[in-house]
């Protein structure tokens, strides 16, 4: 059987329509086999586009839906599949045709429409201990790519240069990527930490922007750059907001690898992909990153998927 990826080797220019549909699963297939490890048992969601209709888009999650993983959405993306996922639009047509997995994923990830792929960031369910910290470089319109670059290599050396970081976290990694528009950076921990320790630590306050990291983090940028940083997700206009609202249980996160960002609901305007530090430090690194798409993804998957942190390789 033709694998996935040999498959969409010999088709780069219809990863998004391989049988002459619109289908996002060829390459979030093979996004789920090369994340397995760094999505785990979290729960996956997707993000489907609405071209018509009062609804711009559906949000297809775990908490409403049965769960789906990485590994079921692996198993489930075959040729055959995708094949009859092209000639039949509706899942109430094919069931006969499938197992009771693919038509699972089918309901996350409808054909014909294009979607985003997230995952919970912490797992579906409020109040839940973490083990990732997540924070959103979130551009409002006006602000640039590059300043949003600009930001988050500010922002990792400030991470970097913080001791009262490494004694609450002691042992933590840090992992940067590139989201399609601008940039996420999150923090591994070696321990779960019950809810209350991103309440206290890390969830900004408007009334009191200083009282933990990320408001002091935003201020320091703030002070470094020629355009307004701030913290929370509240937009401000014309601005980067450090954010990290998405860090609690229930709530969602992009994957890191491979899932397509929209313009609007018929046009892709990016793709998400691992970076490192270093990379951050390369003058030429928005233009490369903001030209990236699922044909270089897929041409150069054994090299970026080194970018994922080691211990999710």
Known sequence: MTSLLSFAKKNLENLINPFGQTDVLLLYGIAASKLKKYLGDRELAGKIWMPSGRMRYLLKRGSKLEPLFAHELEEAVTLEFLELRSKTEHLSSAKGELTDLQ????????????????YATNYEGPGKEIDRIFFDIDRSAGISAEQSHETTRIFVETINEDNKLEDLLGNYELFINWTGNSFHVLFFLDESMPSSFYDEHFQYSKNDPERNFTGKWAKKINEQVEFKVAGGHERQGNSINIDPSQTPSGKLCRVPLGSLHMKDPETINGVSVPITEKMLYNENLVPKLTSYTPKDIIENLSEIEKHLPERFR
């Not at 994923?105 to 429409?113: A, D, E, G, S």
């Open 103 to 118: 038509a699972k994923v089918w309901q996350y990830f409808l054909p014909r429409k294009l979607s985003d792929f997230f």
